[in-house]
């Protein structure tokens, strides 16, 4: 199976587009009257170094964008999936058909508007470790300013924040074991945070008077790591939400690798997303930690049902004194650590163990808690017919993403 992958923004270059102008006029044509200046000016000249403005870089890349595809649908095979990051989400979805080319275009030319008002921001890319060690290093720093915008791959993460924290923490990272670069990304704010949420309020007003087509081919979305289903009302939510949220971009990988892609193919002059793709098909994947996996579910399926959404950042280390617990609180915990990991559980436990971290540890060393909390293997004849692919393909067509024609074809061609 095949998917075509979009570039987004920090691949603008003068000169970008130079091959297919001429060779697709229509279409450049079609974008002066969108736009109101002449977009091959734009891209082959870099007037007053405009390429460097988030205003003018969206709408020039979705038209460099669009030419790629209009030549890829006379030179190369079609695809099964599309996806984009982050802008490039936008020109997979005109290649599904959600959108004419127009209409992009002006979504294109309105989101950039709305991003390039949201100042005193920045993104650097962090390269070298693993998300949990990127994590750790903001705690450790206080760096609360800032997010992972963008999970592009399992050793190379994006941070949005403002200027100064950024500044701030560039040699904190700088003197972590592993890391190979902290690179600034050429942007004009902290793009994929919650500093954007006020944009992404009024994209989301703009979306509501946009009709939507049915995609023809599925698209993946940077939100979610999953393809975007058949109502228009969701597409036009992960699409503003992608302004303020971060970019799932291995994600969205690894769902395609899943669902049965071989073949990835960067439409564009960019090799960035290629690269990136490389990175995360072949890295193996990390083993599993019990240990973190019982942490993370005494937070969600024991604490949060007691204390809300709270739990979910709650300090792992941190004592259950700190959330203000009375004594019939615990004996609710309890029970519910019983009910979760299916086996019986005292309150004095949870006195003698109050934080998430050391329950988790305690729990850990009860071989009839231990078995409960780990995830049982499938039966060998099970695992040894199993194919990943179809698997995903028959969730995929249960949940409504994919048809039922859709998923007969997808399978049959990976017989």
């Known amino acids: 199976m ?88 936008y020109s997979a979805l005109f290649a599904a058909g959600a959108f004419d080319f127009e209409t992009g275009l002006t979504l294109v030319q309105r989101r950039a508007e709305l991003m390039s008002q949201v100042s005193g921001g920045a993104m650097a890319a962090v390269v070298g470790v693993c998300e949990q060690i990127v994590e750790e290093t903001l705690k450790q720093h206080d760096a609360t300013g800032v997010v ?145 996996d019982l942490v993370e579910r005494i937070k969600r399926e024991v604490l949060r049902p007691e204390i809300g959404d709270e739990a979910l950042g709650f300090d792992e280390d941190a004592s259950f004194r700190q959330l203000g617990l009375n004594s019939i609180i615990y004996v609710r915990l309890a029970r519910r650590v019983g009910t979760v990991l299916g086996v019986p559980i005292k309150p004095d436990v949870i006195f003698q163990h109050r934080s998430c971290a050391a329950l988790a540890d305690y729990l850990l060393t009860r071989d009839d808690i231990a078995r409960a909390a780990a995830p049982e293997d499938p039966p060998a004849p099970l695992r040894e017919y199993q194919d990943e692919r179809v698997t995903a393909l028959l969730r995929d067509c249960a949940d409504g993403t994919l048809s039922v024609d859709r998923t007969i074809e997808a399978i049959r061609a990976l017989v």
């Open 2 to 89: 095949r998917a075509h992958v979009f570039p987004g923004q920090g691949i603008q270059k003068k000169g970008m587009g130079r091959s297919l102008f001429g060779r697709f006029p229509d279409l450049r044509c079609r974008a002066d009257r969108v736009l109101g200046y002449p977009i091959e000016e734009l891209c082959l000249e870099n007037p007053e170094r405009r390429l460097s403005e988030t205003a003018y870089a969206q709408p020039a890349i979705y038209v460099v964008n669009a030419l790629h595809w209009s030549a890829a649908q006379e030179d190369l095979p079609p695809a099964d999936f599309f996806a984009g990051h982050s802008l490039g989400e």
């Open 148 to 292: 992972i915008a963008n999970y592009n791959a399992p050793d190379q993460f994006v941070l949005s924040g403002s200027h100064e924290e950024l500044a701030r923490i560039k040699s904190a990272f700088e003197k972590v074991e592993g890391v190979r670069g902290f690179v600034p990304v050429r942007v004009s704010g902290p793009f994929h945070s919650p500093a954007m949420a006020p944009a992404a309020a009024r994209f989301r007003d703009l979306l509501a008077s946009v009709d939507l087509g049915e995609l023809r081919t599925p698209v993946i979305s940077n939100v979610t790591g999953r393809p975007f289903g058949p109502d228009a009302r969701e597409v036009r939510e992960l699409l503003a939400e992608q302004i303020a949220k971060p970019v799932r971009w291995t994600d969205c990988i690894r769902y395609l690798r899943d669902a049965g892609v071989s073949v990835f193919t960067e439409l564009g002059e960019s090799k960035v997303l290629t690269s990136l793709i490389d990175r995360i098909t072949t890295v193996q994947e990390p083993a599993p930690d019990p240990r973190r």
